[in-house]
Every structure is written in C-alpha cells, then in structure tokens.
C-alpha cells in the first residue's frame, strides 16, 4: 500500500466524528450539537416513516379514482405549529449561552498572535517567540487567540477545543479557548484557501504550565527565528537583570522605553518604533508631528473629521497600514503609509509595545 494511501486508511473514524473534548467549553458545544442532533434525526424517522406509511395506505387502487378534498383539523395545524416552536426555542435556550461564552474573552486570557497565510498558520507568543504549524500552550489558562490573514480568508479550526473563528485579511478577529487536557490535537483550516487548503493545519501541544514555563525559556526572546539580531544604538534585547530599564537609546524619551522585565514581543515592538523611525514623530510628549502613544491604548480618540474611534488594536493595524484613513484632529495626514514595508508579525509587535504605553 502507497503511503499516501495509507494515511487516509489510518484515521481513526471515531476520532474524528467525535474529538477529545479538551477545552472548557467542549462539553456545552456537545450538548447543543448532539441535541440539535438527536432532534433532527427524530424528525428525520418520524417524516420518512410517515411519507412511506401514508403512501402506501392512501396509493391510488385503480385507473378511474380521484381524490377527495379534506381540510385538516385545527387541532393537528395547532400542535405540528406549537410544538416545532418550543423545541426550536429550546435550541435557542441551550444555545445562546454557550455562544456568549465562546464570544466572551475572559481578563487575563493569554493572548496568542495567529497569521493565517497561503499555506500555514504562523503563531507569536506574548514573550516574542514564534512557531509555524505548532503551537505550544499551558493547561488550565484561559487562551486568547488574535487572529488575521496577511492573503485570503483562512479560519482557524481546533476540533478538541471546539472552536472555529474565520482569518481575515482587514481586521483582527478572536476566540478564546480554556485547555483542560494535556495532550497534542489537530489544528486545521476550514476555509478553502486555494491548492493547499487540504494540508494547510498542524498541532496543538497542551502542556502542563511548568512545561509550558520551561518551553518559553528554551527559545529566548533575543533569538526571534527569521529576523536578523537588531543592530539598535545602545539598544538591549537580553533579557538579563531585573534591575530598572533598558538602556536608553540617544534621543528616545526615557518613557518610551520599555522595562527590563517587559515582555519580549513588547521589545521587538520597541525596536522596531525606533528603526522604523515612529520615534521621530510620536515622541512621548505630544508637542511631536505624531500624537503621543503613552496612555493612548483602550481609549478613545476624537478624528479630524470629528468621529470618535477606540484607540484598539484594529485602529492601530489600520494606521500603520493607511495613516490617512483615520487621522486624529489637530495632526495632518502626513506620516507615510507603512503597508508592504511591515509583515503581520511586526504589526503585532508594534500593537504589543503600544498596548504596553498604556500604563
Ligand atoms: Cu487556509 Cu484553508
């Protein structure tokens, strides 16, 4: 047997129709599923049953025989219109909560950058490291996944967790997820994308958290995979000591400059403020070109055509893209725009350093 064969022969059928449940929120997913489920193949017996059983008794016997005209009673129109009803308002009762849960993102959920790309789904890690197809995370904490396509429309699929949440290439879309078991499951993409939807997934690795602690630490964030080391004037990425801040480049606001302790993909965003030359103009105080960032992120911000937009990480992707788009009174549309010259992953980083400013 080829081995290409093989593998569609290996797949355990029972594994697929019915996964792990490994995330909080498996089993009140399962419950509406299988009860929707048991519902729909109740009617399904019950009307094929009925079209069969009717058929036969009511057939036409000879050549010459035609109908009569019945009305139905009120009382069958009454009960197969009252009853459907109910049951589709108990679908609706057992569904609405365990959608809101899906929809609401606990505080202090781990948040994890996935890019979804032709054919790959590319993950960053609060600490700056990154993964490709495998995603390593820790059990018992709530996960909060940002999501964008830098090409077409993906959508991330983790069956064992029972989630689903579309990959666009305008904005930043989220799901969250609470792993329950350790253990490794399928990521998969479900979204047809072109020629290699089909292998377009990977893993998931649930970990234990002191695993997960150890996992972090083996690949520190100064060895970002795929960049090379930034050359920044008295710029230090190591992390190092706990005492104090980084060092403070020539000319940058000492409040511009992250902490020692501060997260790795908030320093990959500083550095590239700086050598992006952001830094030029959103200096700290905002006599700059640019408005100031500090305190800036979850806020609001009033525009020159007077609207008011949340300070998020959507309207910060937006400006970096296309500046001009959403430009705040008292600043002119002047800072260049920055598409084809960042990659979805900068942006992250960049959202990650601004989001940090907030304090
Ligand atoms: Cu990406 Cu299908």
Redesign the pocket.
């Given at each position: 047997m080829n081995d290409s064969l093989k593998r569609y022969t290996d797949i355990d059928v029972m594994k697929y129709l019915f996964p792990d449940q490994a995330s909080t929120i498996a089993p009140e997913i399962d419950l509406v599923y299988f009860a929707i489920m048991a519902i729909s193949l109740l009617f399904i017996v019950v009307i094929a049953f009925a079209i069969v059983a009717l058929a036969a008794t009511y057939r036409r016997r000879h050549k010459d025989e035609v109908g009569t005209y019945e009305h139905e009673p009120l009382s069958l129109e009454l009960a197969w219109t009252i009853i459907p009803l109910f049951i589709s308002v108990g679908m609706f009762a057992i569904g609405v909560p365990a959608f809101l849960k899906a929809k609401s993102i606990p505080e202090g959920a781990l948040e994890i950058a996935v890019v979804?790309k032709?054919?790959m789904w590319k993950f960053q890690h609060p600490n700056g490291r990154r993964e490709i197809n495998d995603l390593h995370i820790p059990i018992g904490q709530p996960i909060n996944f940002k999501i964008v396509s830098q090409d077409?429309i993906?959508?991330l699929y983790i069956p064992a967790f029972r989630i689903k949440q579309d990959a666009l290439p305008m904005y930043y879309t989220n799901i969250w997820a609470e792993p329950t078991k350790i253990g490794k499951y399928r990521i998969l993409?479900?979204?047809?994308?072109?020629k290699d939807?089909s292998v377009?997934g990977g893993w998931v690795h649930v970990l234990s958290q002191e695993d997960y602690e150890t996992w972090l630490q083996a690949d520190p964030a100064h060895k970002i995979a795929g960049r090379p080391p930034l050359k920044m004037a008295g710029v230090s990425l190591g992390g190092g000591g706990t005492d104090g801040q980084m060092d403070i480049p020539d000319g940058v606001d000492e409040a511009l400059v992250p902490m020692r302790d501060a997260p790795g993909l908030v320093k990959e965003g500083f550095s590239l403020f700086q050598s992006l030359t952001c830094v030029v103009c959103h200096k700290a105080e905002s006599a700059g070109v640019g408005p100031s960032l500090l305190g800036a992120y979850g806020g609001k911000s009033v525009m020159a055509n007077g609207t008011t937009v949340n300070f998020n990480d959507n309207y910060i992707r937006e400006s970096i893209l296309n500046p001009t788009a959403k430009v705040k009174t008292g600043y002119g549309p002047v800072m260049p725009a920055f598409n084809g010259r960042v990659s979805e992953e900068d942006i992250n980083a960049l959202i990650a350093y601004i989001k940090y400013l907030k304090r």
């Open positions: 979804g032709q054919w077409v993906h959508s993409c479900t979204e047809y994308c072109g939807h377009m």
